[in-house]
C-alpha cells in the first residue's frame, strides 16, 4: 500500500506518528508532506528508515493509496492548514488515515467528499463501543506481560515496543505488541487508544486487548502512554499500569530531556526515582520489577551515546540500550519470568 | 422540588446516589423506590437523612417532578428492571435525571416519550463537549485546594467534600465543593463526572472546573474519585490528583472494609500506605500533605468508632472523625495554608 504521510513543520522529531510509519509500518511511503523541508529527503534528516521526497502538499504526491496524518500535537486537534491537503487526498481517491481526538469522519465537509469520492475515512482513535471496566484479571492470565513505561511522552515507548517484540520474536519467542496509541494501531493494524477511551473504561480497554492475544503468545509488550508524572496525562499511564498488570517494565527516557515536553515548568523524575513510582504504584495489585532501559539517545554522538547507556546501567542494575541505534536484543534477554 | 428516587435492591447502603440526595441534596424526596423494602420508611433504615416512604414502583409513587436514578453500578449500565419506572415517571409528566454511563438520551424509546410528553431527561454523567487537557496550573491558583482522596470506592469522598464545605462556611471561610461525580453533580447542580471524560482530558476536567471557581473563593474541596490503587478506576484518582495539585489531601475510609468493594482478590492500602502513595504521587507536580481522615464507620457502635477515630489519629498524627456521626469541623480546624 502507497501512502503519503502529512507532518507539516514538524518533520522529523516532533512528528513522531510519521517516524512510526517510517521506521515500522507495512507501507510504501511515497512522500512526506512538509512544507517548511520541501524539496529535501527523508533521509536527508534521518538515515534509519525508508526513503522518500518531502513535498509541500497534497497536490506534489505521486500517485498513493492513502494519506496519514502523521503528526499527534497536544490536544489533538486538526490543523485548519491541513484541510486543502485532506481535500486534495480525497479528491485523488485516497483513504485518509488519522489518529487525532478530531475525527474526520464527523466533519461534515470530509464525510461529504469521501462519499462522493467512495473513499475511507479512518479514525484509529475512535475507541470501539463496547468497553467497560477492567476486571483485574490480567495477572491470572497465562502469558508474560511486559509494559514499557517512560519518564515523558515521546520519549520512545512505541519504538522500544515494536524493537523488543521483533528481538524476541528473533530468538524464538511468540512475542505480540499491544498497541494503545495511534502510531502503534496504524503499524499493527489493530489498538485501542487508550487516551481517547471513557477514563473509567481506560484499564479495561488495556485488559481487553492483552486477554485478545494472551492464548497464542508468549509474551505481550504493552505499548505505554505518557508517564506516571505527567500533568496532563498520567491518568492513562496509571490505568494502562493497573490494567496491564505487568510483569516487567521496560524504562524509556530521552537522553537530555530534563523538562515535560510542553509543559516545561515541570521537571521530569530521576531514573531512579520513576522506577521506585511505577514499581510501587503497581505493586498492591500485581508486583512488577524493571527489567531494563530503553533510552533514546538521537541528539548525542556514538561514544556519547555509549557512555550514556552505560552510566544508566550502572547506577540502575539493568541493562540500558538505544533500541533504535542498536536493537533490543540486550532487552530481550532479560525478559521472563 | 419533589423527587422520587429509584434504588431498587440496593436501599439504602448500596445506593450512594440515593443517600447523598436524601442527605444534601436540595429536594424533597416524596419516595424512595426500592422493590425489596416496599411498605418500608427511609428511617426505618437510615436515621440521619430526610424521611420518606419506601414503595414497589413508580406507579405508587404521590406526584413529583422528577425521578433521579439513585444508584450507580459498576460499569453504570441501565438495568432492564427499572425500564418501566422510567416509561412511567415520563408519562406522569416527570423529568429524569441519570448519572449513568448509559445516556437516557440515548435510547430511542425515551427520547420519543420524553418529547411526547415534554419532560427533560437530564444525563448528569455527559460531559462538556468543550474539554481538552489540562495546562498543569492549578497549583498557581490563588485558592487553598483540599482534595478528598479513598482507600475504595463509595467510602464517603463526596460525603466528606460536602460536609467540610459546610463546616469550612460555618467559620466564616468562603469554601465550595468540587462535584467529579454524579451525586455531586445533582446535589450541586453544576460539575463534571471526571470518569466518563476522554482519559486525556480527565486532568484537564478537573483543573477546568478548579479555574472557574477560583477567583471567588478561599478553599475548594474537591470531591475525589476511587482509589489509587482500585483495578478499574485508578486512572480516573490519578487525573483528578494530578489535575487539582492540592495543597492538602482528606483520606476517606471505611471501618472494616479490608477489600476492594467488587474486586475481593484485592486487598485494600493500609492508611498509613495510602497516605504514603498519594504524597508521593503528587509530590513531582504539586507537593501535597494528609491533613486529616474521614472514617466511615455506620458499622460501629458510638464507642467503637470513637476508638476506631482515636486509633488512626494516634497512628497517623492528624485528626480523623466520622463526619456523619459528628461533623467535619475538626477536619475544617486543620485546612489552611
Known amino acids: 500500500m502507497r501512502v503519503a504521510v502529512l507532518a507539516h513543520e514538524l518533520f522529523p522529531h516532533r512528528a513522531k506518528t510519521a517516524l512510526g510509519v517510517l521506521r515500522y509500518g507495512d507501507f510504501e511511503v511515497v512522500a512526506v508532506l512538509d512544507r517548511k523541508l520541501a524539496g529535501d529527503r527523508v533521509n536527508d534528516h534521518i538515515t534509519d528508515v525508508q526513503d522518500a521526497p518531502i513535498v509541500a502538499s497534497m497536490t506534489d504526491v505521486p500517485q498513493a493509496d492513502a494519506l496519514i496524518i502523521g ?11 491541513w484541510r486543502d491537503d485532506v481535500r486534495t487526498a480525497i479528491e485523488a481517491g485516497c483513504d485518509v488515515y488519522a489518529g487525532l481526538h478530531y475525527f474526520l469522519g464527523e466533519d461534515e465537509e470530509f464525510v461529504e467528499l469521501a462519499d462522493e469520492h467512495e473513499v475511507e475515512l479512518r479514525d484509529v482513535r475512535r475507541p470501539p463501543e463496547d468497553l467497560t471496566v477492567s476486571e483485574g484479571i490480567a495477572r491470572d492470565l497465562d502469558v508474560h506481560i511486559v509494559l514499557t513505561v517512560g519518564t515523558d511522552c515521546s520519549v520512545g515507548k512505541m519504538t522500544v515496543t515494536m524493537e523488543l517484540v521483533e528481538s524476541l520474536q528473533a530468538v524464538g519467542i511468540e512475542a505480540a ?8 494501531i496504524l503499524i499493527e493494524g489493530w489498538g485501542i487508544a487508550v487516551d481517547r477511551v471513557i477514563s473509567d473504561f481506560a484499564a479495561g480497554a488495556t485488559e481487553q486487548m492483552i486477554r485478545e492475544r494472551a492464548d497464542d503468545h508468549e509474551v505481550l509488550v504493552v505499548e505505554g502512554q505518557g508517564s506516571i508524572t505527567h500533568p496532563a496525562y498520567s491518568g492513562v499511564t496509571c490505568s494502562i499500569l493497573h490494567g496491564a498488570m505487568a510483569d516487567q517494565l521496560i524504562l524509556c527516557h530521552e537522553a537530555g530531556r530534563e523538562r515535560v515536553h510542553g509543559y516545561e515548568s515541570f521537571p521530569l523524575l530521576e531514573l531512579e526515582a520513576a522506577r521506585d513510582l511505577y514499581e ?7 508486583p512488577t520489577t524493571l527489567a531494563g532501559v530503553a533510552m533514546n539517545t538521537s541528539s548525542l554522538g556514538a561514544a556519547e551515546a555509549a557512555k550514556a547507556c552505560t552510566n544508566v546501567t550502572d547506577s540502575l542494575d539493568v541493562p540500558c540500550v538505544d533500541p533504535v541505534r542498536d536493537d533490543a536484543s540486550q532487552l530481550a ?5
Chains 1, 2 share one sequence.
Do not use: K
Open 177 to 184: 505488541a499491544i498497541p494503545t496509541g495511534q502510531t502503534g
Open 280 to 286: 510501587r504504584l503497581a505493586e498492591p495489585l500485581a
Open 333 to 337: 534477554e532479560v525478559i521472563g519470568p
Open 71 to 81: 503528526v499527534a500535537p497536544i490536544g489533538g486537534g486538526f490543523d485548519p492548514s
